[in-house]
């Protein structure tokens, strides 16, 4: 599939190299006759924003470095080099995922809901590392981190939001053979089932949210030590109940003083909870 991504920039587009995509937004390649193959399509949608990310955000350092603006640092004689050699990389990663969204039967995932690159180039890396050094692979990955999770990165606030964001992890995790489809849904149900508990006594349901986050932390620790009795596929079946009372102990006063259980009269603050319930993960 790299070979056709780097055929249609060259002969369709009429590029020789990755700088001279600099400008060329998605509206732009609307105009030339696209493949009709859509995990094609979706790669080249995936590598032109690629180029667009990594060069917006070397534009970015370098008018903060040089402190001349953003207009004399994005002329083709100040960066159009640099920016070829930086991005080359990234296409190349690009033209990967294909490859993997075929391999667990995505091939036909709309692209808008696919992960962004960084996270598949993460992944990449972790494998790569975890082959080198004999030991399973398993990344975590902080789901408020990725740009469809929250608008400010800090913690889920809903279900929907919980699962488009841990949906898009999962595809990527899948393809590149951390947890499988059947684990990722038996890890979906253990979540829900928390959820449903923590709604049905009057909680909001972010125990639940943060016991995910705490237990993929904890899968990706005791895979990089090594641990010989990690056992993903039958752990992340069922809840820890003390793991898990843990972390629901860690958010009950919180919860309590922001008015947002049946135990406090309290009007209730969101973005208390949502600071207890950050700063309760990143324990």
């Known amino acids: 599939m790299m070979t056709q991504v780097e055929a249609f920039f060259v002969t369709v587009v009429g590029t020789e190299a990755p700088a001279e995509i600099e400008g060329l937004s998605e509206a732009d390649l609307a105009k030339f006759k696209l493949p009709d193959e859509l995990p094609l399509l979706a790669c080249l949608k995936r590598a032109l924003r690629a180029v667009t990310l990594i060069y917006a955000k070397r534009m970015k350092r370098q008018a903060g470095q040089n402190d001349t603006g953003p207009a004399a640092v994005g002329s083709p004689s100040s960066s159009a080099m640099t920016t070829a050699d930086f991005v080359a990389p990234h296409l190349v990663n690009a ?11 995505l091939g036909v995932l709309p692209f808008h ?24 692979p398993f990344l975590y990955i902080e789901l408020t981190s990725l740009r469809c999770a929250t608008d400010n990165t800090r913690f889920s606030r809903s279900v ?51 016991y995910d986050d705490l237990v993929r932390k904890q899968f990706a620790l005791r895979a990089e030590k090594k641990d010989p009795n990690l056992d993903i596929g039958n752990e992340i079946q069922m809840v820890n109940k003390e793991f ?40």
Do not use: C
């Open 95 to 105: 033209a990967d995922v294909g490859d993997f969204l075929l391999k667990t039967g």
């Open 160 to 210: 929907p939001q919980w699962t488009s964001a841990f949906l898009r992890y999962a595809t990527v995790a899948v393809g590149f053979g951390h947890p499988s489809w059947p684990q990722i849904i038996s890890h979906v149900d253990v979540i829900m089932e928390l959820v449903e508990a923590e709604l049905t006594k009057g909680r909001p349901a972010y125990a639940a949210f943060v």
């Open 244 to 283: 898990f009372e843990q972390v629901r102990q860690q958010l009950e006063s919180v919860l309590t003083a922001a008015g947002m259980n049946n135990n406090s009269s309290g009007s209730g603050s969101r973005a208390k909870v949502a600071d207890a319930a950050d700063s309760a993960a990143s324990k």
């Open 113 to 136: 809901l696919q992960a962004d690159q960084p996270m598949w180039n993460a992944f990449k890396n972790h494998n790569d590392e975890a082959k080198l050094r004999g030991r399973t």
